[in-house]
């Protein structure tokens, strides 16, 4: 069987990593290239930490850095969820610079889709800005690209804003270029993330596998997407459960707008479960999850990694 060939754009981030990792070692998926983007912290963070995590496996991975800020707006970092480094809790040795390219993502990503004999899948696991930019610069890339597979929106409250999710939320037009791209796209929000949990008991099983899993356990003891008591949130795990393992989600395809005018509600994803907007679908929407399948897919997928 040959493997699904994706493009990873990302934010690390305490969650990206652990989804990283999971897609670093999949059998089933081809990480042609990584692009970074600024989100959970800045740009040069997200990157360095990328590296690090390459370096820490030893994969060889090509990676591209992007945009510094939302399209439009000035955000806030999740430094307070995160850490200062957007990874803190543990020590990594020092990063293997030589895989970061002198292009910028948007160039090193269209030159990957249009190179490709088979279609790209992009996965954006951080702020779409980047992706944004692609499609409104490069509009031919969209012909090589299967399907976008991205962590982000909610059909109900948010993490971000009252009815904002996060990678939404920090940049509202980018996401709109995308959801209006007229490409395949699967929305694995908040409605899964809440309840993609891990919780003290998973921890001890994650690090007792492996040293990726020693380091993970580290790095959930920074992370405050939650707590070990309540449930730490793999947000961005849920976009490679997508990917790997489809059938523990419940999908509805229907039609999502995202908002960009209101000043309480920018970055909301509307939903329209009953047709209110009378447009055509456009996004298959991840709107439950298999609690216990997903747990026990992720320790499986962690304890592939080295």
């Known amino acids: 069987m040959s493997k699904r060939p994706i493009i990873i754009d990302t934010d690390p981030g305490i969650d990206d990593a652990v ?10 998926l081809d990480v042609k290239l990584m692009t970074t983007v600024a989100g959970n912290v800045s740009l040069d963070k997200v990157t360095n930490n990328l590296l690090k995590l390459l370096t820490f496996w030893g994969k060889k991975v090509p990676v591209a850095k992007g945009a510094l800020r939302p399209l439009m707006r000035v955000k806030e970092n999740a430094s307070n969820v995160h850490g200062e480094s957007g990874m803190d809790g543990y ?3 020092a990063p293997d610079t030589s895989l970061l390219l ?20 992009l996965v954006p696991i951080g702020p779409l800005t980047n ?37 939404v939320g920090f940049d509202p037009e980018a996401a709109r270029i995308v959801f209006e791209s007229g490409l395949k796209i699967v929305m694995a929000g908040l ?24 380091m993970i356990y580290a790095l959930f003891q920074k992370y405050r997407g939650g707590s070990l008591k309540t449930g730490l949130k793999m947000y961005d795990s849920c976009a490679m459960a997508y990917l790997l393992k489809k059938e523990m989600y419940e999908t509805v395809f229907t039609h999502v707008s995202v908002e ?5 509600t920018a970055g ?13 679908p456009n996004v298959t929407v991840c709107m439950d999850i298999n609690q216990e399948m997903f747990s026990e897919w992720l320790l499986n997928a962690l304890k592939k990694c080295n």
């Open 191 to 214: 409605d899964v993330g809440w309840k993609a949990l891990v919780y003290h008991e998973d921890s001890l099983k994650i690090k007792a596998q492996n040293r990726t899993g020693e």
């Open 102 to 121: 002198k292009e910028h993502a948007v160039l090193a990503m269209r030159r990957v889709i249009m190179e490709s004999k088979e279609k790209i899948t």
């Open 131 to 167: 992706i944004a930019l692609l499609l409104s610069m490069y509009p031919e890339v969209k012909e090589n690209i299967e399907e976008v597979v991205l962590m982000g929106g909610s059909a109900g409250r948010g993490n971000y804003g009252v009815m904002s999710e996060f990678n």
């Open 260 to 264: 960009t005018d209101g000043t309480a």
């Open 19 to 28: 989804a990283i990792g999971i897609a670093l070692f999949s059998e089933e």
């Open 268 to 280: 909301a994803t509307l939903v329209d479960l009953k047709g209110y907007l009378k447009k055509e």
């Open 91 to 93: 020590e990594f040795g």
